[in-house]
Each structure stands twice: as C-alpha cells, then as structure tokens.
C-alpha cells in the first residue's frame, strides 16, 4: 500500500462504515418488505399532503396503499406533465412538499421527442446516493483489492439547458460525481469538467489521458457502449495518446475544452509510452490490458445491452462485470448483490413499487401486485412512487422476476415498453431478438454489434435484418441461424414459420457507419445523450412493399 492510500485509509475506514450501516439496514428491511412499503408509503403521504397533486386527487385523508390505489389512476408522464411545468416554472408546490429545493431537473428522451423533465430533489438525491453507498460497499467487500485505488467514472453533463427560473437540466451522474464524499472524489481521475465536453471524441481523449497509466480499479458508467467508445478512441488515437505521455502534454482531437483544461498539465511519463509501443508490437493494437488491470466493470448488462458484453470479454478478458442495476432518470429500483447478473433486489426504501401483469399492461385500468406479491418466472411492468415528484407513474420497463431475497423480488430489466414486433401473431419481442442474436452469433461466429429487425409486409411477409458488412463472413448463414434461435425463443414464431405464413429472416447490408449515424441524428432529433440512449434491435412498424 502507498503513502497515499496509508494517509486515507483512517477515513476511507469511516466512509466504509457509514456504507456498511447503509447496506445493513438495506437487507433488513427485505426481510419485512410489506412493513417497509406501508411506513414508506404513509411517510410519503404526510409530506406531500400539501401539493396540487395530493389536493386534486384527494390524497389528504389517504393512510393506507388501497386508499393511494383507489384514488390515483396509473399515471404516464403526459398525465404528469401539467404538474411537471408548473414545477419547471418554478411553483414546486405542484407536485413537492414545500421544502424540498429542486437542485436539478434530471433530463431525458421522452416517447414524443419533447424531453421529460425530473425534478432532483435533496430527499431525492440522499436516496440515489444511499443506493449508491449500498451498491458499492457490497460490491467492494467482493472486491477488496479495488480499495483506495483510481476509478474512472464516465458521467454526463447536468447543464445541458436551463429551466425558465434558472435550474440546471441534465444528467443526474454529474450532478452525483460533483457532490459525492471528498474521499471517493479523491479516487476519480477524470475531472468532473469533462463531462462537459461537447464533441465525443475529445471528451473520451480527455477521459483516456487522465487515466491512462493509473491503477485504476474500476470503471463505472451506465452504459457499456461507452467503455467500448473509450478503448476504440485509445486504439484510434494510439499513435496521439502515446506522443503526449512521452512529452507530457495533451492534445485532444478537437480543441473545444472547457476553460479549466487550459491549465492543465502532466508529467513525462517515456516508460510509459514505450510500454504502450511494445504492446502494440505485441499485439498489433492498443489493448486495456497496456495501461490497466481494473478489478471489475460495472455497467448495465441487462436487455438489449447484453449484446456489448461480448465485445467487452475481449476488452476486458476475465475480467468481473457488476451490473449497477434498474437505475434511469427517475430513480434507483434494484440493486444488484453480485457479479455477473443484470438481476437486482427491488429497492423497496426509496420507492414505493407496483407491478402490472405483463398480461395487463396495454388495460386502461390495470390490475397493480406490491413486492411481496409476485411470482418467480411471471413478467410484469414497473410503477414507482418517490421523491421525484413521482405518484404511480408507470416507468414502461418490462422485468422479469428471478428468484426472491427474503421477502423481495429480484427481477431483471427485459425492454423498455412492450418493444412487440407482429405481422401473423408471432408476437415476438425485443428481448427475444436479442437473445436470438446472441445465440446466432456464437453458433456462426460472426461478430454482430448493431442490427436493426423490422417486419415487412409482403406476399409473405418476413423480417428484415439491417446489418453492417465488417465482422460478417456469411450474412445469410447468420440470419438462417437467427431465425432458428428465433423460433426456439418464441414458439408462435415457429409455428408461423413452419406454415410459411411468415418467410425467412433476410439480410440487408448497410454501408459501414450507417447506423452509428442514424443513432446520432435520433440523439440529436430526440435532445439525448449518447450515455443513455438504448439503440432499438426491433421496430415494431411495419415496412411495405411497394405496389402491396
């Protein structure tokens, strides 16, 4: 152990215990979940007795979940949205208790391209970061040659615009990396300013020259997208990135950094830099494993963002893989206890969660199951109430329950939305695409990233796969094999194929980059960030052939 890390040990020691509280008082409250919810619930009601919504939905004389359940319809964020702008607007007391200051709006895409807006309240903020402190001391006990070492924390702007009254909109991870405990912020080695870098491949460039030669001990970003970004920005610019550790210097690929880099400055590092050369004589290509040795990952895996995780086995061989759980702009819902699962426990102390049958979810009045009431293997949609300004608002993420710790579910993202693709009745799904694809791709051995499936209606309709050229030795071989993966996933699927009311899969190739950049013309159409933004594996409308 370093000087260093000896010098911060004593309050490391003090953070950790704090953590370990939280994370002790966490498990416990699985073991009553119903009591856990019902004194969340009535907490709840008395703070936000006050507010239009509670007046308008006679919530005053409401003390038990029946009475919330009867007298507030499922809400959508279009039903919240007159609430929502009078809070934009400054009159909080729509949908707030009257002291809770909004620090931020937490921004992202809506369905409608108008971005939806979050208020991120104080009490808001204490339970993403209590979720957080859980998160990571369960994950550093796993790992405990991680402690006191680097981490590289990729996070998003919270300035991207301003309210009417002036409120930072954005992302809530900046706003988390600026305001966490001096001892954490100690370990981050990327300055919280980068996040503000507006052109991607600088700000991965400025993310890989703070880090780069570190003992990092992790990295940590929501999507896995964005580690594969970082080491395809080193291996692009090696030859850049090599040239200013030997000199010391720093010079991204775009000059548009924000004041404070101006002042920026690094030490000579050669042995470094000929350490880099040497492995890529070695290996024809810069490699993580040149300038890292991180003790684990720690991303989303679940859903359609399973399909990164082969690329990052190549990255990152053998390296472990922490997902940080159901975590979006309105909140925290599951918390992961170990490695290599995107399953996480219900986080039932900062919310109050229901859940709609799968079954029931398109129901103008669906049936709603509590935590404690769901079944292993069933699927269900996920509503929260919390301190976002958030009353039985369905967050349209489809899950899965796994297994129960004590009295909670532990349940896995699946798709956001139904995400339901049908032409025939197949109904096949998002989830069920990807998984198909994952199989096809290690029967065939073929190297699949992106792809888009979309149904076509023809004399026999069918399904179209768009797919890049590079990693392709025989896109037919793939999309015969992805058909039959298909057809075990979705048995309505096989059926129709088997009486040829639906034809087969059929490949489309597409000139290379076309549909990174259709990704980054729906980023910038929809106002998101290429942090957050989900690429879609199915569209579910449906092509014509022209003439019918």
């Avoid at 707030?96 to 208020?119: N, Q």
């Avoid at 000059?255 to 000929?274: G, I, M, T, W, Y």
């Avoid at 198909?436 to 990233?449: F, G, H, N």
Wanted: charge should be positive; proline fraction near 5%.
């Amino acid at each position: 152990m370093g000087l260093r890390q000896q010098i911060l040990r004593p309050v490391a020691k003090l953070g950790a215990l704090h953590a370990t509280v939280q994370l002790l008082a966490f498990l416990r409250a699985h073991t009553r979940t119903r009591e856990t919810q019902d004194e969340w619930l009535v907490e709840f009601l008395a703070a936000h007795a006050k507010t239009d919504f509670a007046r308008d939905h006679g919530l005053g004389s409401v003390r038990t979940y029946e009475e919330f359940r009867r007298a507030v319809p499922i809400q959508t964020y279009d039903t919240l949205r007159p609430y929502m702008r009078r809070v934009l607007e400054g009159k909080t007391t729509a949908l707030l208790p009257a002291h809770e200051k909004v620090l931020m709006f937490s921004m992202t895409s809506g369905t409608t391209g108008e971005p939806k807006h979050i208020p991120v309240t104080s009490r808001f903020l204490a339970d993403i970061r209590r979720g957080w402190n859980i998160f990571g001391i369960r994950t550093l006990n796993k790992h405990k040659h991680a402690w006191l070492r680097p981490i590289v924390q990729i996070s998003s702007s919270t300035r991207e615009q301003l309210s009417p009254t002036g409120v930072p909109c954005g992302a809530i991870s900046g706003l988390l990396a600026k305001t966490q405990k001096k001892i954490v912020r100690r370990m981050y080695v990327v300055p919280h300013w980068a996040a503000e870098i507006a052109d991607p491949a600088t700000r991965y460039y400025t993310i890989l020259r703070f880090s780069i030669g570190r003992d990092v001990a992790f990295l940590t970003t929501a999507n896995p997208s964005s580690v594969i970004k970082l080491v395809e920005t080193a291996q692009r610019f090696a030859d850049r990135l090599i040239e200013d550790v030997h000199n010391g210097t720093f010079t991204p690929p775009a000059d548009a950094l924000p004041k404070e880099a101006k002042n920026v400055k690094f030490r000579r590092q050669s042995k470094l830099a000929r350490k880099l050369q040497d492995g890529i004589a070695a290996d024809g290509v810069l490699l993580p494993s040149h300038f890292w040795q991180p003790a684990f990952l720690t991303h989303w895996t679940g859903g359609t963002l399973k399909l990164y995780l082969h690329r990052l086995r190549e990255f990152f061989p053998g390296v472990p893989i922490r997902d940080i759980g159901l975590l979006a702009s309105e909140g925290r819902f599951s918390v992961p206890l170990e490695d290599e699962t995107s399953a996480g426990v219900a986080e039932i102390t900062s919310n109050l969660l229901e859940f709609i049958p799968a079954d029931q979810h398109e129901k103008t009045n669906p049936d709603t199951l509590r935590a404690h009431e769901l079944q292993v293997g069933e699927e269900y949609f996920l509503v929260t109430t919390n301190w976002a300004g958030l009353y039985r608002y369905n967050l349209d993420d489809r899950v899965r329950v796994v297994d129960f710790f004590e009295q909670s579910p532990v349940f896995e993202f699946l798709s956001r939305g139904l995400h339901t693709a049908n032409i025939t009745g197949e109904k096949i799904t998002e989830h069920q695409v990807v998984e198909a694809m994952r199989i096809a791709r290690r029967k065939t051995r073929q190297a699949v990233e992106r792809f888009v499936m979309q149904p076509r209606f023809a004399q026999t309709p069918y399904y179209e796969l768009r797919m890049e050229p590079d990693g392709l030795a025989d896109p037919m071989v793939l999309a015969e094999t992805l058909d039959e993966a298909l057809g075990e996933l979705n048995m309505e699927y096989a059926s129709k194929r088997k009486d040829r009311r639906l034809g087969p899969i059929q490949p489309i190739l597409l000139p290379d980059g076309a549909l990174e950049q259709a990704e980054r013309e729906n980023i910038r159409r929809r106002h998101g960030r290429s942090e957050q933004y989900k690429h879609q594996y199915l569209l579910t409308d449906v092509l014509e052939d022209q003439g019918g």
